[in-house]
């Protein structure tokens, strides 16, 4: 069993931070690696990267969105509550060294993937220009954070409730132009998000990373189902990922993978709630 010891809402409620006792992964996690929970025994096994690690104390810290069944059941867990497994560090860490300036860019609760990245690379002697946005400033997570992982940071949000109106992109497109020296992108967020940015600096010569997240079964490479297709190769986002180059990245088959299950979901969902709408007599 695997407790929960700090847990808090964010963004008005639909992204929840838990800081989770898992002393052995604590103690090996490095930054860009992520694990695998299950809530119970009839749990889903859902993939998180991890947000944060204190070796010391044996904790990590995930960070999730409320968007189907099973994210919504581990949003019922509260402190002292505990998931039946977490199984990681899985995948491969992120390549950190000094390439002189970077450009991180995150978008939603993809930020909290990329925040400790981003904290590893200024940590490395890099520069650090970093990029997030979310649809409004309630929905925007780890400001503070990211600022301190940063030398310069950008914020956006969709409606212009704060920072810049508009879209990652307008502000990446001009720390780009103004800054023709930065060696490394890391880019990570909702599909489109990633898939776009890797555009842009595709025309600016840089090199990016993203972090991908097709459908995952075992997380060990034996189901097959985390195929991805990177530089015309099938790749498996568990083992050989989850970050790839975002430039051979085929973001259309991914996008395409991400929604075979929707109706399926949307049902299971639907029906979670209904079970445990107020006053509903389903569990009892």
Not at 113 to 132: A, C, D, E, F, W
Request: hydrophobic share 40%.
């Amino acid at each position: 069993m695997f407790e929960i010891v700090a847990r808090q809402e964010m963004a008005q409620g639909t992204i929840i931070s838990n800081w989770v006792k898992a002393p052995k992964i604590a103690k090996k996690a490095k930054p860009g690696q992520f694990v695998i929970l299950r809530a119970n025994e009839k749990g889903e096994r859902i993939p998180l990267t991890m947000a944060d690690t204190d070796p010391e104390k044996g904790l990590i810290n995930i960070i999730y969105m409320v968007v189907g069944k099973s994210t919504a059941l581990f949003k019922t867990l509260k402190v002292g509550d505990s998931y039946l497994d977490v199984i990681g560090p899985l995948g491969q860490p992120t390549h950190l060294e000094k390439v002189g300036k970077v450009v991180c860019v995150g978008g939603g609760t993809g930020i909290a993937v990329l925040y400790p990245i981003t904290r590893g690379l200024k940590q490395m002697g890099n520069y650090v220009y970093s990029v997030i946005g979310a649809r409004s400033k309630d929905l925007l997570i780890l400001e503070d954070e990211m600022k301190a992982a940063s030398d310069e940071l950008f914020i956006c949000t969709d409606d212009g409730t704060y920072g810049h109106k508009g879209f990652v992109t307008d502000v990446l497109k001009k720390v780009l132009t103004e800054h023709q020296d930065i060696g490394l992108a890391v880019c990570i967020g909702p599909v489109p998000m990633m898939k776009f940015c890797s555009l842009m600096t595709k025309e600016f010569g840089v090199k990016t990373l993203v972090s991908l997240n097709p459908i995952m079964v075992d997380g060990t490479g034996m189901c097959g189902c985390c195929r991805v297709q990177v530089g015309g190769k099938m790749q498996f986002a568990c083992v050989d990922g989850p970050e790839f180059d975002g430039h051979e990245t085929d973001f259309e088959e991914l996008t395409l993978r991400l929604r075979s299950y929707l109706p399926e979901e949307k049902a299971s969902y639907d029906l979670f709630q209904k079970e445990h709408a107020p006053g509903c007599s389903c569990q009892k």
